[in-house]
C-alpha cells in the first residue's frame, strides 16, 4: 500500500496579507474622498458636475468614481447613506452626554444637513429612491436615537408634553423646505437661525399669567 503524502497548501505570510488588506483600505479611503468631494461640489454647484469632475477634484482617476458609482443616482444614493450615516454617529454620541437639550442639537444638525444636501435628496425624489427603503436599519437608527433624546429633554422639562417622534421628525423635513426658500442652504449661520426659529415650537409655551383686572 503506497501512502501520499499530504498536499502542501501554501499560506500566505503576513506581508502578503497586508498587501491584500492594503488595497481594500485605499479602495475605502478613495471611496470616502470621492464622497466627501460629491457632496460638496453639488451642495455649491448643482447637480450637474460630471463624475469626471468630482474624481479630478478627489484627486483619483476617473475609473475610480466609474467603479464605484456607475451612474449619477448610485452616486446620489451613496451620498445621502453617507450622511445618514455620520448623523447616527453623531447622535450615538449625543446620547452619551446626558445633556437633555442634546435633541435639540440633533434636530438643528439633521435640518442644516438636509439642506446643504436638498438637490440630492430632490434628485432622488425624482427617480423614486426612498432612503427609508434602500437604508432602513440606519432610518430606524437615527429615529430611534430622536426619539431617546427626545423622552429625555420631555423628562426635564425642556420639551413639549404632547410632541411624537413622527412629529418632530416631520417638523426636520419641512425645515429643509423652509431654508430651501430662504436660500440659506450655503448658509450655516442662516439655516441654523431659521433651524432654530423651528425648533422653538417645540419648547413649552410659558404659562399666561392670570388675569387680574377687576371686573367693574
Request: hydrophobic residues 45%.
Amino acid at each position: 500500500m503506497t501512502h501520499q503524502r499530504p498536499q502542501h497548501i501554501p499560506t500566505e505570510s503576513p506581508a502578503a496579507r497586508e498587501n491584500i488588506r492594503q488595497p481594500r483600505a485605499d479602495a475605502r479611503r478613495n471611496r470616502q474622498r470621492v464622497l466627501q468631494t460629491a457632496q460638496q461640489l453639488f451642495a455649491q454647484e448643482g447637480l450637474g458636475v460630471s463624475l469626471d469632475e468630482i474624481a479630478r477634484r478627489a484627486g483619483v482617476g476617473p475609473g475610480t468614481v466609474h467603479r464605484h458609482f456607475p451612474t449619477k443616482e448610485a452616486l446620489y444614493l451613496a451620498v445621502s447613506i453617507d450622511q445618514i450615516e455620520h448623523l447616527v454617529t453623531e447622535a450615538a454620541i449625543l446620547a452619551t452626554t446626558d445633556d437633555p437639550a442634546a435633541v435639540f442639537t440633533l434636530l438643528s444638525r439633521m435640518m442644516t444637513n438636509g439642506a446643504e444636501n436638498s438637490a440630492v435628496k430632490s434628485a432622488l425624489t425624482a427617480a423614486e429612491f426612498d432612503l427609508r427603503t434602500a437604508a432602513p436599519e440606519l432610518a430606524a437608527d437615527l429615529t430611534g436615537h430622536v426619539a431617546h433624546l427626545l423622552e429625555h429633554a420631555r423628562t426635564a422639562g425642556i420639551v413639549r408634553d404632547d410632541v411624537t417622534v413622527e412629529e418632530a421628525m416631520a417638523l426636520v423635513a419641512g425645515a429643509f423646505a423652509a431654508i430651501h426658500h430662504a436660500n440659506a442652504q450655503t448658509n450655516p449661520a442662516r439655516s441654523a437661525h431659521l433651524a432654530n426659529i423651528i425648533l422653538d415650537g417645540l419648547r413649552p409655551r410659558p404659562l399666561e399669567a392670570p388675569d387680574t383686572r377687576t371686573v367693574r
